[in-house]
């Protein structure tokens, strides 16, 4: 209830009230009653409501937004992936990202299935060199071969030489998702405090973020940033891939 002034409210408990009033639980509306009140609030026959209609058109606009969404999240993710150059096979990567799926809800799980149905289009529970190419052109993302290539190399290190008959299975495809995901969430957070675009943030103002979102699931206070100098310079996207438990970035 949103009140334009001050005003006052009062809760009562439902044994309090009269058994005689329908709020007390103890009494159903007759038939009649209920029939007076649908004609006190019925809308006149002649009433045109101020919104547009809902229609088939609407829907078919707002489902390819969704998946233009969708496509574009995904082609930031293998952006990410492709920057990582990590491998999906080795058993340790596998745990970290499994750890990393399991904080997804099951809306999100959901929305990565979707897109992986979507680029997935001969429906073989892996997406091919061909079927990425033509998913991250989509997304209007410049991709060279070469770096299709070792994405797949890197999801199946033993399928040289067979680029178009491998491919990323979903679940491969989900922890590339999840991480890449987690990853943006971060430097995109820390990035607002990056007001001069350096790549760099104080420790102190790292912490300060982290652990007001940290209050919001635990009363744990310790400190996320151990260090004594709160005004040491943090790389922030390295910063964030240590969050994830990943390796960090190696220079060109």
């Given at each position: 209830?949103?009140?334009?002034?001050?005003?006052?409210?009062?809760?009562?408990?439902?044994?309090?009230?009269?058994?005689?009033?329908?709020?007390?639980?103890?009494?159903?509306?007759?038939?009649?009653?209920?029939?007076?009140?649908?004609?006190?609030?019925?809308?006149?026959?002649?009433?045109?409501?101020?919104?547009?209609?809902?229609?088939?058109?609407?829907?078919?606009?707002?489902?390819l937004l969704v998946r233009f969404r969708q496509i574009r999240q995904a082609a930031r993710c293998f952006?990410?992936?492709?920057?990582?150059?990590?491998?999906?096979?080795?058993k340790g990567e596998i745990a970290r990202r499994s750890i990393l799926v399991s904080k997804l809800t099951e809306s999100q799980?959901?929305?990565?299935?979707?897109?992986?149905?979507?680029?997935?289009?001969?429906?073989?529970?892996?997406?091919?060199?061909?079927?990425?190419?033509?998913f991250m052109e989509s997304a209007r993302k410049k991709v060279s071969d070469t770096e299709l290539t070792a994405m797949i190399t890197r999801a199946n290190p033993s399928a040289e030489?067979?680029?178009?008959?491998?491919?990323?299975?979903?679940?491969?495809?989900?922890?590339?998702?999840?991480?890449?995901?987690?990853?943006?969430?971060?430097?995109?957070?820390f990035q607002e405090l990056d007001t001069d675009n350096t790549g760099y943030v104080r420790a102190g103002d790292l912490d300060e973020v982290l652990d007001g979102v940290r209050d919001l699931i635990t009363g744990d206070r310790k400190s996320i940033i151990d260090v004594e100098d709160q005004d040491v310079q943090v790389d922030y996207e390295q910063f964030a891939r240590m969050l994830l438990g990943a390796s960090l970035w190696m220079p060109e």
């Open positions: 209830v949103r009140a334009l002034e001050k005003s006052r409210c009062f809760v009562f408990k439902a044994e309090d009230i009269p058994e005689g009033s329908i709020l007390s639980q103890k009494r159903r509306a007759t038939a009649a009653y209920v029939d007076k009140l649908t004609e006190r609030y019925e809308l006149p026959h002649d009433y045109e409501p101020a919104y547009q209609p809902h229609n088939e058109r609407d829907d078919s606009i707002l489902d952006d990410y992936f492709i920057k990582s150059k990590t491998l999906l096979g080795d799980k959901q929305e990565i299935k979707d897109v992986f149905n979507m680029a997935d289009v001969y429906g073989k529970g892996r997406i091919s060199l061909l079927e990425l190419r033509r030489g067979a680029h178009f008959g491998v491919g990323i299975t979903l679940d491969e495809f989900m922890g590339i998702m999840a991480e890449a995901g987690f990853y943006y969430l971060f430097t995109e957070t």
